[in-house]
């Protein structure tokens, strides 16, 4: 691994060079609508491999398979629930990842070493466009390195992968900012949250009814060592900024009045837009809806980093809608050091 790693802009021309890498069998940073990927032709098991190794990434946690019509999950799955029909039928293109059992086509590296697959069909115009010209399907992570915050600009992915992917295409900042929402199906039907995403749990429950979407245990809980997982994701540290991070629950006054009990050099303090006016510590925004948390929280986790921060205080987010998958993120991010105030 030693590129010269290509910044590519989303012109015609521009993906249409993506596209060329991908049919190779190269590794591409791609812009989606939740974060940026790091696509690979999903048959290829050379290609997927070259993204574990980009990535530095567990072997057995599985990659989402990329598509680029509705259609094409007939493809590569044995078996489409109702429910998942239903869902496709709401949002997608879009947020989210849908977990079926996978044809043979799909090889085991792609799906790291499971029976079923992940499928999401995205909606930006960009990763549609390069899922389109390179004629395959593509298994894309987070184009992060492994454990640290998702990249939701082009530049991150940058930092993270200069030197080790050939290319990366630049397609502006994610809209959403956290990764999509995946589920799966129970034996029964029912809709199962392995990750909530911009897709909300009561999205979900909008369309198949309150009783048929379930949360899986580790969306805000942790997992103990050697438990077993819906979800392999769920079992590894993530999203970690290299300051230790505490969640704060409780209100704005004693909020302040825990840091000031607990200051010091490279302690700061990540709140609310809302909350910024005369807090006396040092500080970092990330919004005030969930939407806009979603949207800046991995890019604030990275400036944490930046600023050379220890020891971060967090705003606890909310918990519906949206929020529930700030609060996701964040929990793993701070490693469930959670305090209630
Ligand atoms: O928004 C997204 O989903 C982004 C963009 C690039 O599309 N991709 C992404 O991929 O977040 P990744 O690999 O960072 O996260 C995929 C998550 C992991 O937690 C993985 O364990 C889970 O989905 N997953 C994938 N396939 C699965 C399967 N067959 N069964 C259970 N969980 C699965
Ligand atoms: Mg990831």
Redesign the pocket.
Known sequence: MNYDTQMLSSSEEDIDKAAELLKKGMVVG?P????????ADALNTEAVALIFKAKG?PQD????V?IGELSDIYKYVTEVPENALKLADAFWPG?L?M?MP?KDIIPMVT??G?D???I?F?VHPA?REIIKRSGCPLA?????LSGSP?PTTAMHVFKDMNGRIPAIVDGGDCA?G???T?V?FDKDGKVRL??P?FVSLEDIKSIVGDNNALCAKGVTEKISDGERV?????K?KHYSPKANVTILCGGMDKFTGYVSAHNGEGVCSMIFDSDADGFPFEYITYGDTSEEQARRLFSVLRSIDDMGAVQVYARCPDQTGVGLAVYNRLLRAAGFEVVNL
């Not at 894309?140 to 992060?144: C, G, L, Q, V, W």
């Open positions: 791609i989606t609508e939740t974060v940026y990927g790091l696509a990434r946690n599985p990659l989402i990329h947020p990842t977990v996978k799906s790291g499971l079923t697959v992940g999401r995205p990763a894309a992570p987070s184009a992060n998702s959403v956290v990764e999509s995946v799966s392995l990750r995403g819906l979800s392999p994701g769920m590894y």
